[in-house]
Structure formats: C-alpha cells, structure tokens
C-alpha cells in the first residue's frame, strides 16, 4: 500500500512540475515564434545576394506557417521527456544514427554531420548552467528526492534542465523545411530571447517543490574545504578542495612555449591559412568512430598516443580541411602535443595495472577535445575532468584480475570511459561522475577493510601467541634446566602448565600480577619436587603448591576429574620426595642431564616442547641480512601505510598495500586488493628486495601531476640542450 502511495504521489509531482513549466514558458515561446517574421524580414532587407534574401522570405513564409506546429512539436517533444522521466528513464536523446527498433520513441539529436547546430545547442546550455546554477542545483536535489533509491538527478536527467529543454526546443525545428543555416539562426536566437523566460519558471517549479514539502528547506550551497574530522574515507575528498589550484609545472611549460615562439619565425595567421576548430573537432570526431567502433576498451589501440597528432592531420587533409597552404593554430597545436605526452606517459606508467591504462588511454580524445575549450584542463589541478582521471588511476592502483570479483571494478572504469566517449560533446556533469565513482570505489573499499582489519587482527594474534610460546619457553628451560626431577612434574610443566603461562603472558597487560605468581610456581615446584634440595616443604606447603597448581589449570579449562587425580598425585609425588611419607616404590626421576631433551611423541602434546630446543625466529629479521644504511633501507623503513608496492616483480609481479606494521617484531603485513594476507617482511627484508629489483614502490602521486611534471622536466632538457649547440 505505503509503495502505491509513493507511485502516486510521483506521479502527481510529476504531472503538477511538468504543467507549471509548460504553462510558464508556453506564452514567451509563442511570441518568440510569432517574432521570427520579423527577425528574418530585417534580415532579407540586409541580405548581401538575393540569393540569401530568398533563403530569408523563404523562412519568413515557413516560421509562418509553421508557428503553431512549432509551439505544438516542443510541448510534444518535453510531454515524451517526462514521460521517460516518470519510468526512470533518464536517456532523452540519442545520435540519429544510432537509432533502433527499440529507439524509436526516444528523441533523437540533430544529425551528426550538423556540428555548427551542435556547438550552438552546446553554448546555449551552458549559458542556461550558469545563468541558473542556483535554481537547477535545487531543482536536480529536488527531482532526486521525488525518484528516491536509485535516482541521482543532474543538469542532464532534469526533465526541466538545460540539456532537455534546448535539444527539446532544437528538435522541434524539424518541422521547419528551412536550410540548416535558418534552424542555426533560430537557435542563437533562443540563446538570445528565451533564455531569460526560464528563470521564472523554475523558480515557480521549485516554490511548487518547496511548498509540497519536498525539501522545503533547501538552500543552494558552494562546497568549501572540509575540516580533516568531515573528510571522505577517500584518501583526499577531492570535490571539496578550494576552487583552484594552479599548476606548477604547467608555468613551466607554458614559459617554456611562449620562449620557443618568441624565438621562432612570425607566423601571419588568417581565417584562410588556418584550420578552423570546428573542422578540426569534426576531425576528432570520424578518428574517435573509426579507431573506438567495436574496440575493446582493454585492446591496444592501432596508433600510440604521439601518433594522434599525424593521424589527425592526414584526416583534415582527407577532409579537404587542410590544404598545403593551411597549418593548425600554434595554440592547438601546443594543445594537441601536450596531450600526446601526457597520454603515452599514461601508457607508460608502470605503477598503472596494463589492463587499467589500456582503458584510460581511450580517453585521449575526448581528453583533447576537452582541452581545446578548456584552457583550465592543464592549468588547474583541480579542473573536474582532471581530478576524474587522477581518482580512477589512484584508486586502480591495486587492482588486478585476482581481486576484482566479476570485473566488478573494472566494469565500472569502464563504464565511465565508455560514457565520456558516448557523451563528450555534451556537457557532461564531470564532478556528478567523481561523486559517483568514489561512492561506488568507498563501498569496495569498505568491504575490503574488513576483511584486511580481520587479517591483521589474526596476524597480531598469531604473533602475540608465538611471543607469549617463546617467552613461556625460555622460563621453563630457565628453571628445569640441571635440575632432578621426577617426569610427573615436567609433565605438567612442560604440557598443562606451559598453556597456564601462555594466557598469563597474553593476558600480562591486564593482570601482571597474575602472571608473576603462574611463573613463580614453576620455580616453587621445582624446588619442591628435587630430591637434592636440602630445604624440604612441610605438609602445608605441599597442600598450598598443590592447591595453587589446581588454580591454575582450571584457567585453561581442565578437565575437572584428571585434575582431581593429577593433584592428588602431585601430592603423593611432593610428600615422598620431601619426607611427609614414605616411598611405596622407588620414584622415577630423570637425569639432569636428559631434563630438556624431549621426544617427539612428547611434543605431539606439548605446546612449547619443540621450542625448549629450537626458539621460534620467525619474530626476528633472518641472520643472512645487513643493516644497509642506504635509500633501499630508507624507501623500505619509511613506508607508509595504505602504500602500495608491487612484489615478485621479475617473476609474476602482485601489487600489494602495507596494512599493518607490528608493534612487537616491527614486521610489515602486505595485503591485496580484497584485504587477503600476501607476505610479511621486515624492512630489512623489503629494503634487500628493493636493491635487487625484485620489489619496487608504486607511486602515490597523482598520474596528471607526474605527467606533468615529466612533461615539464623532458621540455626543460630539450631546451637545455638547443641552447647548448
């Protein structure tokens, strides 16, 4: 019932949102319709040709015509976008040469050959983004809490947002039987007349939302830096950073370019001997088709990311877009270049899983077209686009087919890269991809720290138990050492009364006490039970120590009944050796000499026997190795946790993070992606593994600022050695 309801009230919503825009927008449309006669009469009036003057009455007499259709085509056009809305289905548009059987009642773009249309519809919702940044931020919220579990409503699923409404508006042209540079105009012209009628509107959606008590009390809010208390579990919350941040080594090179064109000939560039952007975006756009169609994203492209650059000039010339004559724009070409080097330093990067930058790498050329309109992606560190790319290399660095369940991890990469792909061209929310992907990255993560906490809780225990074997063992050789006793007692010191001071020495921090007295019982029994020692123990004393005996071993659960008759027998034993009674038969006593050398059927039973004449080692670094004072030893030594290393890295190289460093041996616990127990090493062993190249560190660095740096240091010694010829 209560889920009923909810449907309801969605769908109710739904409709009541839907109808104040469209009644809020409708009357403003109809006159911009009706005012587009006399757009195109000025225009026929200044026209250059008649040939371009016929293209304007021509216009004039179809907008006409048309005016009512138009108004109808849009409302049709934003009814199938809610309509889609309303089934969850947030994908309004898609390229008219994508379309199917099972497509055919999605809205569909503009042509793909039409590129001029589409930089305008793109120009357009980014002016709608910033001019309404407010409202669209509480419109998406809102929407999202209308969808509920599931639903994350951004400027692109917005049944009402900026991407919806223009291409809404732009499709409806369809009706117009004008050339595409008539539907161009119109376009700019809505830019120009109706973007201020959306204001209105979603401010009345939203006092709608408000008012229905869907989040009612919601403010717009601009994410400052978060206190380190409020950081994500992200190893840096990356969307809450100040605005910007300049990027050093992108000064560098951008003196470093701005050097080499001051030096070299002056180029004289004209709208005639240049290759305008959109040719060179439409360039992009058929290498993009005829290099990724079909590709596996895990498949090694057929050029290397320096080659983009002649094959991007082989296809304007093929377009007819360059000629002889014709040369790129220094500053995309600049562009062009330094987008090459960063990605084949991506390709390169061995602290990148091969799979993981084989899938990366894809992005070079919706990365390109990005940089080409944002002059930020190099300057700003924290440019979105550029953070997504340094999220999804950091958070791949452990990965490996081993640890990722069903490609669970690697899906998702590719998943993103395949949308910026599908998408480039639009305005892709870059930040609502960050957002996503840590929440997606944090609940593996999540997983993966309680598997590694459990690891490291078992390790901790181990070693504390095999301390608390050693320790146990070296007090009960200390006393039993040259000493004549009879077997009952080594019996019971070396078997039963081993575990006694086993949980004494795990338990030493609580009751430290409690762990003198057990011990002190060892020295008390031997005394007692050697022939040869002049002070005897009275009956007293006898039944005290017996008493004690059973004390203790009901701490290791006893069995209550041996217990009984092992401390009646110890009695005994007690009262013949030191004279209470007499002897019913001779007592079995071993040899000084013999006390500590234990078979092994007595060690089968014995928990510390083997370690009487073998300590464990395994808590101390192996004797082979020397103390290096050397970077080895100090990358080895100065390792931090979460830090990640690849291991075995000549013979099948496994990437593994430093989780735990004990507190007792100072031993280093590495473990995989999923929180599993791979190796434990000393330093000293690490550091020995690191001098030979069998282990190396991985960097933690983000991948675009090692680029960048890389980029910058290789230009710096390029330039050094030009100027020293």
């Known amino acids: 019932m209560t889920k009923q309801k909810n449907q309801s009230a969605f769908t109710k919503h739904l409709h009541e949102t839907h109808r104040i825009f469209v009644q809020s927008l409708n009357p403003n449309l109809k006159n911009f319709f009706e005012g587009l006669n006399d757009f195109f009469f000025d225009m026929a009036e200044q026209a250059e040709s008649n040939a371009l003057q016929n293209q304007y009455f021509a216009a004039i007499g179809d907008t006409r015509k048309n005016k009512d259709e138009l108004t109808r085509q849009f409302a049709t056009n934003v009814n199938v976008i809610f309509q889609k809305f309303k089934s969850k289905d947030f994908v309004y548009f898609i390229e008219n040469d994508e379309q199917t059987e099972q497509t055919k009642k999605n809205l569909t773009l503009i042509k793909e050959d039409d590129l001029d249309q589409k930089l305008a519809i ?4 980014a002016k709608i983004s910033q001019y309404y940044h407010e409202e669209l931020y509480m419109l998406n919220e809102r929407y999202s809490e209308l969808v509920g579990m599931g639903g994350e409503i951004d400027n692109h699923a917005n049944p009402i947002g900026p991407d919806a409404i223009v291409n809404a508006f732009a499709l409806s042209l369809k009706v117009l039987k004008s050339e595409n540079n008539i539907k161009l105009m119109i376009i700019k012209l809505f830019e120009k007349n109706m973007v201020e009628s959306l204001g209105p509107a979603y401010r009345m959606v939203n006092k709608y939302f408000k008012k229905s008590g869907i989040l009612p009390e919601i ?7 978060p206190s380190a208390g409020h950081a994500m579990n992200n190893s840096i919350n990356y969307l809450a950073h100040a605005l910007s941040e300049e990027d050093e080594n992108y000064k560098k090179i951008a003196s470093i370019l701005e050097h080499d064109r001051e030096q070299a000939p002056q180029q004289s560039y004209s709208a005639e001997n240049i290759v305008q952007f959109s040719q060179l975006t439409d360039a992009l756009d058929q290498i993009k088709v005829e290099l990724l169609t079909d590709q596996e994203l895990e498949s090694q492209q057929s050029i290397s990311p320096l080659e983009l650059k002649d094959e991007l000039i082989k296809k304007l010339k093929s377009l007819k877009a360059m000629s002889k004559n014709q040369q790129l724009n220094a500053a995309d070409e600049n562009i062009i270049d330094l987008v090459g080097e960063m990605f084949q330093f991506l390709v390169e990067d061995r602290n990148l899983p091969e799979t993981i930058q084989l899938v990366l790498s894809k992005l070079q050329l919706p ?36 640890t990722d369940d069903n490609q669970v991890f690697l899906n998702k990469v590719k998943e993103i890269v395949n949308f910026i792909l599908k998408n480039h061209e639009k305005s892709i929310n870059y930040e609502k991809l960050i957002e996503r992907f840590i929440r997606f990255d944090q609940k593996l993560k999540k997983r993966a720290s309680i598997a590694e906490r459990r690891t490291s809780e078992t390790v901790s225990g181990r070693e504390r138990l095999s301390v608390a074997k050693n320790r146990t063992a070296e007090v009960l050789k200390k006393h039993l050492k040259d000493q004549k006793v009879p077997k ?37 029994l031997v005394n007692a039970a050697n022939p040869d020692n002049p002070n005897k123990r009275s009956d ?20 209550i009944k041996d217990l009984r008759e092992k401390s009646q027998e110890m009695q005994t034993c007690l009262e013949e050796i030191n004279g209470v009674r007499e002897p019913e038969k001779p007592l079995d006593f071993i040899d000084p000499k013999e006390i500590l050398k234990l078979s092994k059927e007595f060690n089968r039973d014995s928990s510390v026997g083997e370690l009487i004449e073998n300590p464990d080692l395994s808590m101390e670094p192996p004797p082979g190795l020397k103390l290096v004072e050397d970077d080895a030893q100090e990358s080895a030594s100065s390792l931090k946790l979460g830090e990640w290393i690849e291991i075995n890295s000549k013979k099948k190289p496994q990437r593994v993070k430093l989780s735990w460093i004990s507190p007792i041996s100072g031993k280093m616990l590495f473990v995989d992606a999923k929180g599993a127990k791979v190796i434990d090493l000393f330093p000293i062993e690490l550091a020995d593994q690191l001098r030979k190249n069998q282990s190396r560190l991985l960097q933690q660095v983000p991948i675009m600022d090692r680029a960048m740096s890389s980029i910058a240091e290789k230009m710096k010694q390029r330039k050094a050695a030009a100027a020293g010829k």
């Open 488 to 524: 009952l007692v080594r019996e019971i010191l070396l078997k039963p009364w081993a575990n006694v001071l086993i949980l004494s020495e795990l338990r030493k921090d609580d009751s430290p006490d409690l762990l003198f007295k057990h011990q002190d019982f060892v020295r008390k």
């Open 219 to 225: 403010k717009f809010e601009v994410k400052q830096q």
């Open 367 to 402: 990365y390109l077209q990005i940089a080409l309109k944002d002059e930020t992606f190099f300057s700003d560190k924290h440019n979105n686009a550029r953070q997504l790319l340094n999220i999804m290399a950091e958070s791949s660095i452990g990965w490996s087919p081993e």
């Open 122 to 125: 793109n120009n357009v919702i």
């Open 540 to 559: 007293a004393a006898i039944k005290e120590l017996c008493d004690e005996m059973v004390e203790g071993l009901k701490l290791v659960a006893y069995d």
